[in-house]
């Protein structure tokens, strides 16, 4: 015991200051391992098995999809869920240095953004041919992995109590009947909700269109700071209605609560989930497998299972979903450019619009 | 100064002992200006450099924007410090002078609540007392709308007590009994015991609680995002700026803004406690059972009432947590069910492990450092200690999501590039909890002898022996102290470490945080009681190890 604290102390400060040290060194390896994988790709079959590949998802619910990536190819998979904001924030922290080899999933405004910053690589895959033009970047910066569409959630029960009628379209949103009943998120925080924005801003013209928010906003007491908040508090019964992605987990909750998924009669705004590749890379070649395998008809089946879509909200042609009823003929023409380009001056107006909600 | 000169000590130290007394300090002077103050630095700078020029332009949108917020900010968390102040010193005063055996539990309790698992609290409120609450509107049949500053009030208050009350109950462990016996003979009664004599020596203990909720208060972010509605706070507009607006500066600059009221309330705690040295002489081996005070009369009676309406809320909601976790509802009837345990396996994968191995780390090597500090701020006296310590408070009160934020922008490059290791983590908490250790120690520390430390050095000691051979086994309780309140508290830390962890090395607090942001509300509950009931067995075991060591001397 005499010596032993003594030793202890001592040993954990150089423990601390060796590991610092250590850090600087596996640093200094790691550069010399990325230029001997770039090495090893210039020929074409480089061996991946056992190469880890960084994964940011947009949530937990993908590891069984991983997975699967990884008993085909032998390809670790690590991954983090974490929102395309707070993606781009880290990324910038860290002055471009990428904290990830694939981006998967997230709004495309924030991929349209990252492609403009210079911090996503190009790749076009083979398994792409077949995609519509408008599920991807001409020049392949991102890909879409399936179309995230804007519905609403509707709970019966709070109808009933103040004898509300039901909701069939955008514009029944305006009715003064519903004041204070309807939730929304933030369109700057949700992708969801700033695809409803600018959807609907295409669907009813610029003019027409920002009236029609106007009107809405006075309906709506807050905006919800989280992209999940409407669909849990319109389900809680805090709100007869809210505005919500509609897909199977939504569906699933008509058979927890009296509540019900509407499709708006006037247009279901939508938007492509980006996948990409950052730059820089530490595994390109392994995540360029990871896009082949993600665009291959059977996994694109699979992806529809997790991500609960109906065959409509798939980018491939062909691929079974959920038969969610999603009416196809009601997606909005969009321009998805604006999506992008049209990004700052929209959320401007609509913060000035609609106050400190 | 001369006696020291004159000490045998001081001339047989042999060059190697000073070498290696030389090397401890220098090593946490390193330690604290590079972990500590580096990090502050960085975000400081990154508030005024954009573009690589100094500009003001930041400041000026920042003053024009948010000074509703500021202010929002400012009355929440004095609210908050208010009543949670008020709530703890009536249920530290009632439990400590209860009988032992309602003593246990009730203390069990606030073990038990001391984690608030962040989000599920509030959505546990919202599923009380919300619109469908079950209480507000299924029991006593109306709709309440619980959203704004009330609720923000409310949840903070009720979440912030049970830690605070832990900490008065050591406060008041520390005071000397005798005194409420000459009071009590004297012919002073129970509620004038308690008022006159019992709250005033409490004094120092009040005001370092209400200074930590009121800085807790101001950092929250994750309360206000659920039930505060259209109602703002500063701490909700910095974190959206990372995670939804990429405005790094912006943040950066709401955080420094949220710095600015702690380090004010702080600096006073600072003056005021120079006068007060009534309570310093806290006595760690005065222990006995024997309740004297006795609850009765008004005053007491009002803490107990106060107590159990409070303790009543905590197990309502902590029941709500462990309720949803066990449960699923189908067409709006809720049934029992081990679903939500097993799916939540998916998430878990190994989070677990590695929140327990970062918390054990944290509490050993956090322990040593905190031990480190009080020492040559407590025994040897060292001039410019005092500023050291000062910075190394400084994590303690400024919101975590800064001192995350300081971490990823100081360490990102060569020479100390620890981004996306395991490390950065393990620093952070390290650092971020600093104060909790230290401030343990040098109250133990304080009370040793100084007699003992200067027979030593006449009997010929140097200062390495002393502290290895005199002050470290004297310090043991404050070891235990420390790497207790060091794991609970990385083990439930978010705040600081959101913005560190890379794919693969996810904690525990994250996968929860992940979970309830998907919306998965129930899987999220399993999580949190999972970390509630790990704390929970470590802190029952340490404190038994605790009470153990007291009964040594």
């Known amino acids: 015991m005499k010596n032993t604290s003594k030793i202890l102390i001592l040993l954990l400060i150089f423990s601390m200051i060796l590991s610092l040290a250590a850090c600087q060194k596996k640093e200094a390896s790691d550069d010399e391992g990325e230029i001997q994988e770039e090495i090893a790709n210039e020929g074409e079959n480089a061996d991946l098995e056992g190469t880890t590949l960084n994964i940011v998802a947009t949530s937990e619910s993908y590891k069984e999809f991983f997975d699967k990536f990884t008993d085909e190819t032998g390809i670790k998979v690590e991954f983090i869920s974490m929102s395309s904001g707070e993606l781009l924030s880290r990324v910038k922290a860290e002055e471009g240095k990428p904290m990830a080899d694939i981006w998967f999933g997230g709004g495309l405004d924030a991929f349209m953004e990252a492609k403009e910053e210079g911090l996503l690589e190009s790749y076009i895959s083979k398994e792409s041919e077949d995609i519509p033009a408008e599920f991807k970047d001409p020049e392949g910066y ?116 009296n509540v019900e998924v509407v499709f708006p009669e006037d247009g279901i705004p939508w938007v492509p989930e980006g996948v990409a590749i950052f730059k820089n890379s530490q595994n390109l070649e392994g995540a360029k497998a990871f896009i082949d395998f993600m665009l291959s008809k059977e996994n694109q089946q699979i992806l529809a299972q997790i991500d609960g879509k109906d065959g409509a909200q798939m980018v491939k042609p062909g691929v079974e979903g959920y038969d969610l009823g999603v009416p196809e003929k009601r997606f909005i023409k969009q321009d998805l450019s604006s999506f992008g380009k049209d990004r700052e001056p929209i959320l401007e107006r609509w913060s000035e619009l609609v106050g400190d909600k | 100064m001369k006696i020291e000169k004159n000490r045998v000590s001081n001339k047989i130290g042999t060059h190697f002992l000073n070498f ?103 959505l546990a409120y919202i599923s009380l007392f919300g619109r469908r609450g079950f209480i507000t509107h299924n029991i006593l049949g109306f709709t309440a709308n619980t959203y704004g500053w009330q609720g923000i009030v409310a949840m903070q208050s009720l979440g912030f007590t049970s830690l605070n009350a832990l900490m008065l109950i050591g406060v008041i462990n520390g005071i000397d009994k005798s005194l409420f016996n000459s009071s009590l003979d004297l012919g002073g009664n129970s509620s004038h015991t308690i008022s006159k004599i019992l709250i005033p020596l409490m004094r120092h203990g009040i005001i370092i609680v209400g200074l930590l909720t009121f800085v807790r208060s101001l950092a929250d972010f994750s309360t206000p995002i659920i039930i505060g509605g259209s109602f703002n706070v500063l701490a909700t507009q910095a974190y959206l700026n990372v995670v939804a607006y990429s405005n790094l500066p912006m943040a950066a600059a709401i955080s420094i803004l949220l710095f600015i009221p702690a380090i004010i309330a702080f600096i006073l705690y600072r003056i005021f406690l120079k006068d007060s040295n009534i309570i310093t002489g806290t006595n760690f081996r005065e222990e006995s059972d024997e309740t004297m005070l006795r609850i009765e009369g008004f005053f007491p009676r009002l803490l107990q009432i106060i107590s159990y309406l409070f303790l009543t809320m905590m197990i309502l909601q902590y029941l709500s947590i462990f309720i949803s976790a066990m449960t699923k509802q189908r067409f709006g009837t809720m049934y029992f069910t081990f679903d939500n345990i097993k799916e939540s396996k998916n998430y878990i994968s190994g989070s677990f492990l590695r929140s327990i191995i970062y918390s054990l780390i944290t509490g050993v090597v956090g322990s040593i450092i905190g031990f480190l500090i009080s020492y040559y701020l407590e025994i040897r006296k060292i001039k410019g200690m005092k500023i050291i310590d000062f910075i190394s408070t400084m994590p303690y009160i400024i919101p975590g999501t800064f001192f995350g934020l300081g971490y990823i922008l100081a360490f990102n490059k060569y020479p100390l590039e620890l981004t996306g290791t395991g490390l950065i983590v393990i620093l952070n908490c390290i650092f971020k909890q600093l104060p909790l250790p230290t401030k343990a120690s040098s109250a133990v520390i304080s009370q040793i002898n100084p007699q003992v430390t200067e027979a030593c050095k006449d009997l010929g000691a140097h200062d390495i022996y002393i502290l290895k051979d005199v002050i470290t086994p004297m310090s043991k309780s404050a070891f235990l102290i420390s790497f207790v309140n060091n794991f609970t508290a990385t083990m439930t830390t978010i705040g600081s470490i959101i913005f560190l962890v890379y794919p693969g090395k996810k904690l525990a607090t994250l996968v929860m945080f992940d979970a309830i942001q998907s919306g998965k509300y129930r899987i999220g509950s399993v999580i949190a009681c999972m970390l509630i009931l790990i704390t929970l067995v470590v802190n029952i075991i340490f404190s038994k190890f605790l009470l153990e060591e007291k009964n040594v001397y």
């Open chain 2, 20 to 122: 290696i007394d030389k090397l401890i300090l220098l090593t946490i002077l390193f330690l604290v200006i590079i972990f500590i103050f580096y990090p502050m630095l960085s975000v400081i700078s990154k508030s005024f450099i954009v573009n690589g020029e100094f500009t003001l332009d930041i400041y000026k949108s920042l003053l024009n924007k948010n000074i509703m917020l500021l202010k929002n900010s400012l009355f929440v968390a004095i609210l908050t410090t208010l009543i949670s102040t008020l709530l703890s010193i009536a249920v530290s005063i009632y439990i400590s002078f209860t009988n032992s055996k309602y003593k246990k539990i009730l203390t069990t309790i606030l073990m038990l609540t001391m984690i608030s698992p962040p989000f599920v609290s509030s």
């Open chain 1, 142 to 257: 991102w890909i879409g992995k399936g179309l995230t569409i804007v519905g609403l959630l509707v709970n019966k029960d709070i109808l009933e109590e103040n004898n509300l009628p039901m909701p069939t379209s955008w514009k029944d949103l305006t009715n003064p009947v519903y004041k204070d009943e309807i939730i929304m998120s933030n369109p700057a925080i949700s992708g969801t909700n700033y695809a409803a924005v600018n959807g609907l801003l295409q669907m009813m013209g610029e003019e027409e269109g920002w009236k029609f928010f106007e009107e809405l906003d006075k309906n709506i007491p807050y905006y919800a700071k989280r992209g999940k908040d409407p669909q849990l508090k319109t389900m809680e019964g805090e709100f007869a209605i809210g505005i919500i992605p509609a897909d199977k987990s939504a569906f699933d909750l008509q058979e927890e609560q």
